[in-house]
């Protein structure tokens, strides 16, 4: 049985969404997003960094969100949400996954330290305002290429829940706005009416 360790308002979401969208069976391990929980020592057995989320098969134990979805694709993937190698959409689909951890999420981690996570007086105006002017730039590619599409690559994959997922989340932190992101506010509201997705964020 597969097991994700989990904790509300996180990246863990994405795996939950990915599970939830295969229809796959899974145990939920559903902690506190707080250190009590997640740097605990039986939490750092899972992941030396105490972060979530982290996957559990059997003996096999996973880390890393991108590598969690591609790894239940690969072992469990139930039939489908991952074009083939030889389908056109191939090359559009492993850019859009790798996009979010890669250029999405670090001025996301920045807006959300700078605006959440550190106590009003340690928070840094002009390094929050650099991440928000960053991350507008990382989105505008993806707006372009949403234009006219439902999902990133026409078809729902597993590409959304991973960018499609800060989507959401930039959505929430007012950077995706009707009027700055039409394409990519549209996309953000579709994809919470998937119920896999709903549940996957209010779990
Ligand atoms: N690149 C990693 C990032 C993992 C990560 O930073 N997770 C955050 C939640 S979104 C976390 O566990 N933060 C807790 C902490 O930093 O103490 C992934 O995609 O899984």
Redesign the pocket.
């Known amino acids: 049985m597969l097991k994700l360790h989990f904790a509300p308002n996180?990246?863990a979401s994405r795996s939950l969404w990915l599970l939830e969208e295969l229809g796959l069976e899974y145990e939920l391990n559903r902690m506190d997003f707080h250190p009590k929980d997640?740097k605990s020592d039986e939490h750092r057995v899972r992941h030396p960094l105490?972060?979530?989320?982290v996957l559990e098969d059997g003996e096999v134990s996973i880390?890393?969100?991108?590598a969690i979805a591609e790894y239940i694709l690969e072992r469990h993937k139930n039939g489908g949400l991952k074009p083939g190698s030889d389908d056109p959409r191939f090359a559009e689909y492993l850019q859009w996954f790798h996009y979010c951890?890669g250029m999405v999420m670090p001025p996301v981690n920045t807006i959300v330290v700078h605006t959440v996570l550190l106590p009003p007086e340690r928070q840094d105006e002009n390094v929050r305002g650099q991440a928000e002017r960053l991350l507008a730039k990382a989105w505008a590619p993806v707006e372009a290429a949403m234009d006219g599409r439902d999902y990133l690559i026409g078809d729902f994959s597993a590409a959304d829940t991973m960018l499609g997922h800060a989507g959401i989340m930039s959505k929430r932190l007012g950077i995706i706005t009707d009027e700055a992101f039409p394409s990519l506010s549209a996309y953000a509201d579709r994809l919470m009416t998937r119920p896999a997705c709903a549940r996957a964020f209010s779990a």
């Open positions: 996180s990246r997640l105490g972060r979530i989320p880390y890393e969100s991108g951890e």
